[in-house]
Each structure stands twice: as C-alpha cells, then as structure tokens.
C-alpha cells in the first residue's frame, strides 16, 4: 500500500526558510515522477517541483532559484528546501507520486501537471508572514 507523509510545514516569517520531507512508502523503485504541490485557498492547485526517474528536476518559475527539490532514493523520503519565502508561498504543501515506468516530464514551468500523479498525501500547511 503506498502511502506519502508530508512534514516540516509551519509559520515563518517573509525571507525565511522551511524544509519539506515526505517518507514514502509501499513502493521500492524511483517511478516516473515525485513532485510537491501547493494550494493555497481560493486557488488552484499548482505543481512547485519536480524530480524525474533519471532523477531531472524542474520547477514552477514563480519558485526557480528559490526552492529545491531533492531525493534520498536509500531512504524513499522526498524533501523541498524552501528559501527567501514569500508570504504567497503560503499554502497547503502536497507531496505526490507518479508510479508508472518510462520517463516523461512531470510539471511544466507554469506549474501545470504533465504526468498521472495517482497518490498524494495529507499534505502540510505552510504559512508566511510579512
């Protein structure tokens, strides 16, 4: 059963940091793609980055150069760096999995899906003040 857990969400100010981590579980191989969304409410929801199963990444260009995604394949957790927050950061943080096999990429820079991400977590909040 695959199971994803978010933690590391919480309350910073404008020009802080947090770090994301997401224990995956059920599954042993890399899969297509793992990525982290956010929603903020209101809005849509909206891919932030990315890491492909070449290990590839790509990010939403309303977060490149601030935010990193990386991947700790020996301990199945997928984790976001997130520097220089911005109070429109705030929003509840999603990691999620595309399983499949093969290679595609996985979200383009306007954020938008362009893989089949079947399983998500709970999610974490994450809220920025200025």
């Known amino acids: 059963q695959v199971q994803l857990v978010e933690s590391g969400g919480g309350s910073v100010q404008a020009g802080g940091s947090l770090r994301l981590s997401c224990a995956a579980s059920g599954f042993t191989y890399s899969g297509r793609c793992m990525a982290w969304f956010r929603q903020a409410p209101g809005k849509e929801r909206e891919g932030v980055a990315a890491?492909?199963?070449?290990?590839?990444?790509s990010y939403a260009d309303s977060v490149k150069g601030r935010f990193t995604i990386s991947k700790d394949n020996a301990k199945n957790t997928l984790d976001l760096q997130m520097n220089s927050l911005k109070s429109a950061d705030t929003a509840m943080y999603y990691c999620?999995?595309?399983?499949?096999?093969?290679?595609?990429?996985?979200?383009?820079?306007?954020?938008?899906?362009?893989?089949?991400?079947?399983?998500w977590g709970h999610g974490t909040q994450v809220t920025v003040s200025s």
């Open positions: 999620a999995a595309d399983l499949s096999i093969g290679w595609g990429p996985c979200i383009d820079p306007q954020g938008r899906e362009l893989a089949n991400f079947d399983y």
């Open positions: 890491i492909d199963t070449y290990g590839g990444t």
